[in-house]
């Protein structure tokens, strides 16, 4: 029996299933490799000032494969579950006699370790991002090239008064740069009335309490703009603009979703935990290859902003206490901090527990 007949006694949906979990295992390896990122910030500036490592680990629990370095003493470890990792140093959480203990090195040292891993996700994503800015084909503006049919019900925005030729500006105020920002302002500010500022003839005016159609998505409403944006000229000065505007714009919707979180507009089924993001990356792989990279970009920069909230037990809160022992000179008890980040580490892990709970039952 040739191989071709041999594969034509494969069921269909065995295909099907096999491929989703190839698109699964790619989103694991890319979600460890923002982990690794992320650690690895961590980890080369602890080397750099000469602190005590112990353990540079991949995932949580048993560990899969260990190797412990003869020169320098640190063991290095995959372990089975692939969500999450921790560089563990001597005297970062426990008491430690070792001169190149952690909590032993100059304050300012201590910072930059703590903000290493965080920023380092940052810039990846802004870098990944840059690159996916300069090898698109076309660039879009902020000007208003046509409009599309109105919603029923409501007036076009030509009707209220925009018009083909318009450079938008400001979305209620919100500066926009390029067409990525000003489809995300509108789709996150238009569900209500707004007043949108454009340059018209050489002169900047606002048009006041534009109305757009909506849709739902995920039990959320957002705006729905009518109008298409013109193409623009792909040189130097506006490549830049646009990797500038595309960075900028992407931390600034990760603090706006913490915002809209808090405030109620986003309920508990947007919120995902790594399952859940998990299965978005696969999602976004089988969508398109720009869309997965954008979504693996946006992943690593919402990993640093998150990590730098002043909340116990993320690298922000630890660096809550190495900042007030720079201002006031002396460090925190010891026990006060460690007694503050265990409580943090349980009620991050009591929720990291429930929103995966929920992904797995949306899941199956």
Known sequence: MTGLTVFSYIHVAD????????????????????????????YLFARLFKVKIYEFSIGMGPKLISRTSEKTGITYSLRAVPFGGYLSMAGEDDESDDENAYYKKPVLQRIVITAAGALVNIIVGMLVLSALVISSD?????????????????????????????????????????????????????????????????????????????????????????????PEEKSFANTSRHVFARSYSTVKMVYDTIYDLISGRYGAEAVSGPVGITTTLGDAAKSSGVDFIYLAAFISINVGVMNLLPLPALDGGRLVFHIIELIARRPVPRKIEGVIHGVGLMLLLALLALVTLKDLVTLF
Not at 16 to 35: E, K, P, S, T
Not at 193 to 204: A, C, F, L, Q, Y
Not at 206 to 229: L, S
């Open 15 to 42: 295909w099907r299933f096999i491929i989703n979990i190839l698109y699964i295992l790619l989103a694991i390896l890319i979600f460890g490799l923002l982990i690794f990122i992320h650690e690895m910030g961590h």
């Open 138 to 230: 076309t660039l879009y503006s902020t000007t208003i090239h046509s409009f599309d049919k109105a919603v029923e019900g409501v007036a076009s925005s030509e009707e209220q008064g925009l018009a083909v030729g318009d450079r938008i500006t400001h979305i209620d105020g919100t500066r926009v740069f390029t067409a990525n920002d000003l489809q995300y302002e509108l789709m996150r500010s238009a569900i209500k009335p707004i007043d949108i500022t454009v340059v018209r003839n050489g002169e900047s005016i606002t048009v006041e309490d534009i109305t757009f159609g909506t849709f739902t998505e995920q039990g959320t409403a957002f705006g729905d703009p009518d109008f298409f944006v013109a």
